[in-house]
């Protein structure tokens, strides 16, 4: 068994990036330049955000963060979107979610820009990646490609099953899993709290996409012998022991599933280290295509 290890992965990409970034200054360009908009004081966009302008200081972006409270009305949200999108010295920007409960967090993905959309959010971006067309693709997906591209494992014509069927894990994995290029050309399915014989499908995998958000959903019965588990979980759980007061758990029950795998990414410092590096991979696109 191999344990795929994201937080040194995740490190690796943000060195090539800086490496990447450093050539484009010298060559009289300007750095990449990210701007996030955070809503309101919740503690884990609190939490995420810093990690993302920390991210840009790593890779050598410029880096513009934008604060509002809770009072802010959506039309004051849109017009602020608005702005970005026109305004020439942003590569891309993000909208931190969740959004407080009077805006419409649907119609302010759609007010961003698809070119500025590094979040992979928007629509377009969506659709554009279900037609296989270039595109930003949302940071968890992205990250456990990368992950599966890194580790060499081998995708084409391989059973991958998908538990979940999100619109940001679920339903685009699926969608790069099945797209015609490496890694990817596998024979995807996807399974949800509807799925008959639901133990059997993952039992048949030779990749498991668990995402589902229900700690250690996955037991050892449910896992091929030899197969390859992602574990996209991470709901945290009351721990008195941490400084924080929880920990986070993953969809697989690691310590009976390990054994059995050939690669299994761990909870934490398995997919999730890896998504703040595809928000990077995404702005740096942007900034290329500039
Ligand atoms: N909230 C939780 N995850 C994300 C993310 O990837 N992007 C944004 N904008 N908000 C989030």
Do not use: W
Not at 41 to 57: L, R
């Amino acid at each position: 068994m191999q344990l795929i290890d994201g937080k040194a992965t995740a490190a690796a990409i943000k060195q090539e990036i800086a490496e990447e970034v450093k050539t484009m200054v010298a060559n009289g360009e300007r750095a990449p330049h990210l701007a996030a908009i955070l809503v309101g004081h919740d503690g884990g966009s609190e939490t995420y955000v810093a990690a993302k302008v920390k991210a840009c200081e790593e890779c050598g972006f410029t880096s513009t963060l934008l604060r509002f409270e809770d009072s802010i009305t959506e039309e004051e949200l849109l017009a602020q979107v608005d702005a970005l999108n026109k305004n020439p010295e942003i590569d891309g920007f993000i909208v931190q979610l969740p959004l407080p409960k009077h805006i419409d967090s649907q119609k302010v993905i759609e007010a961003v820009d698809y070119r500025k959309d590094v979040d992979g959010f928007n629509p377009v971006n969506v659709g554009r990646l279900s037609i296989g067309l270039p595109c930003f693709v949302s940071a968890t997906p992205s990250g456990i490609m990368d992950l599966l591209d890194r580790y060499h494992i081998e995708t084409k014509g391989k059973h991958c099953v998908v538990l979940g069927r999100s619109n940001i894990v679920g339903k685009p994995v699926a969608m790069l899993m099945m797209q015609k290029t490496n890694p990817g050309n596998a024979t995807v399915t996807v399974c949800h709290s509807a799925s008959e014989n639901l133990n059997e499908i993952c039992a048949s995998a030779d990749i498991l996409i668990a995402a589902i958000g229900q700690p250690e959903f996955v037991k050892a019965d449910m896992v091929k012998e030899g197969a390859v588990v992602i574990d996209v979980g991470t709901t945290r759980v009351p721990d008195a022991t941490k400084k924080s007061g929880f920990k986070l758990k993953g969809d697989v029950k690691f310590d009976e599933v390990a054994p059995k795998c050939s690669f299994i990414t761990p909870v934490p410092g398995g997919v999730g280290p890896m998504t703040i590096c595809s928000l990077m991979k995404n702005t740096l696109l942007a900034a290329k295509r500039r």
